[in-house]
């Protein structure tokens, strides 16, 4: 079964507070999800840090 947390991101377009369900047991990763209140594009990045934890990035699609 798929772990989704909740999260709290900021959109990079539009630096609104978004509540998003991300799921964390895929590993690392990277996925585009519009964002809900300006509709532009927003990667996100799932990497690993060094004790294992998932950590999440935001970015614009142009950086």
Do not use: N, W
């Amino acid at each position: 079964m798929h772990e989704l947390d909740e999260i709290i991101i900021v959109c990079p377009y539009c630096d609104e507070s978004l509540d998003v369900l991300v799921d964390t047991s895929s590993g690392p990763q990277q996925y585009y999800e519009d964002c809900a209140v300006c509709c532009a594009p927003i990667l996100f990045i799932l990497s690993e840090d060094d004790s294992g934890e998932m950590v999440i990035d935001v970015k614009r699609d142009d950086e």
